[in-house]
């Protein structure tokens, strides 16, 4: 057998037809940049979101440096973020002449502890940027406590948590703004590249819509110096027909995050550590991401039954070479390290059929009992 870790065919084929009516749409009213399409996404989203806002931007990356400099970050200023995510979150502050600092995670959800948070406050610091990792939030209450005491801003990396929750608080309600990436393979994907910042603050989303369009008001006028960086109408177009479907979405990944815990908990609890969601959360499972101590071993063993995994991620940021500046060493935070060691995602979409959860599950089992 062939177990991808992401097939968007099934996907796809179910709802071809709207896609393409859709598409020959725009293509028929010959607008192609921020028109109707992207409106409506930006106020569909942000309602989703229960913020005031959407500001639609060319990817997920974008969406949080956007987001960071419409909220005044910039040179010489301190952002606190987590070393285990992807390279976006430290290269956005990098790019802005920022500095991020990096602290570690809560082993149990790999996402930022906010106990580590306060500490590496000091005058130069600027904003938090938590990253609500595999589909999980990071502790946003515990993170704006820390953030309204320090008035510092907050921006939610939430490109892989679209539609999670914090005891009944979404993404993007609790911090300064937060960041949604639609990558394809994400939760909410596209067909391309998309992005999109959501906001309840009216001057950080007035300041990015300007700054997304190289930093233009009114047009050929600029006061700041912007970016080309805006959603393409045709991705939005794409994204409006898949929108109604995300909560469908997401109960068929925490229905095969269940399956995945229950069958494995039941034999391989004592050599494996499957997902927690904790309580008051709603984990929408972007990645479903054990922790094992022989994690190499078992990728390998599972790649050679044909069954795709991914290491997310191998490196964390504050020993990647391109921030070697920043003074960083191997075990100045140990969970993270840890973390790059020991994580393994398995194959997780909302289509992924049981037949194929099975056998992800009976090679593991083979593997623990070889």
């Known amino acids: 057998m062939k177990i991808q870790m992401l097939d968007l065919s099934e996907q796809y084929l ?14 028929s009213s010959s607008r192609f940049i921020l028109g109707d399409n992207v409106k409506k996404l930006e106020e569909d989203v942000a309602k989703y979101s229960n913020v005031g806002h959407g500001i639609g931007v060319g ?28 390279f976006a979150t430290g290269g956005a502050v990098a790019r802005l002449g920022a500095t991020p600092v990096f602290v570690d995670i809560d082993p149990i ?40 005491k320090y008035n510092l801003v907050v921006v939610e990396d939430a490109a892989q948590a679209i539609g999670a929750r914090q005891n009944g608080k979404s993404v993007g ?17 596209a067909y391309g590249d998309g992005g999109m910042i ?23 006028y600029h006061n700041v110096l912007g970016y080309n960086s805006r959603l393409d109408e045709l991705q939005a177009a ?17 229905a095969r995050a269940s399956y995945y815990t ?12 499957t997902p927690v969601e904790k309580e008051g959360y709603y984990h929408v499972y972007h990645q479903y991401t054990l922790r094992v101590s022989n994690r190499d071993e078992l990728q390998a063993y599972l790649k050679e039954q044909g069954i795709a995994t991914m290491i997310y991620y191998p490196l964390p940021l504050h020993i990647q070479p391109v921030f070697k500046d920043l003074g960083y060493s191997e075990g100045d935070l140990p969970e993270t390290e840890k973390a790059t060691k020991e994580a393994l995602s398995l194959p997780m979409y909302p289509e992924l059929k049981r037949e194929d959860q099975d056998y992800v599950i009976d090679k ?6 070889k």
């Open 14 to 27: 179910s709802m071809k037809e709207e896609i393409m009516t859709k598409l020959d749409e725009v293509m």
């Open 262 to 273: 229950e069958k494995l908990n039941e034999k391989l609890s004592h050599v494996i550590n």
């Open 198 to 220: 959501v906001t309840g603050d009216e001057q950080l989303a007035e300041n990015a819509r300007v700054i997304r369009v190289h930093g233009s008001k009114p047009k050929y």
């Open 173 to 189: 309600e609790l911090g300064t703004a937060a960041a949604y990436s639609f990558f394809p393979t994400k939760n909410l994907g």
């Open 59 to 86: 990817n997920g990356s974008d969406a949080i440096h956007i987001a960071l400099q419409a909220a005044g970050v910039g040179k010489g200023d301190e952002v606190i973020t987590t070393a285990f995510t992807f």
């Open 364 to 369: 593991i089992l083979e593997f623990y009992s």
């Open 109 to 148: 959800t790999f996402n930022i502890d906010p106990a580590k948070i306060e500490a590496a406050i000091n005058e130069k610091t600027k904003a938090i940027i938590p990253v609500h990792l595999y589909g999980q939030m990071a502790d946003m209450e515990a993170i704006k406590d820390i953030a309204d």
């Open 238 to 254: 794409i994204l409006n027909v898949k929108f109604p479907y995300l909560d469908d979405f997401s109960k068929e990944r925490r």
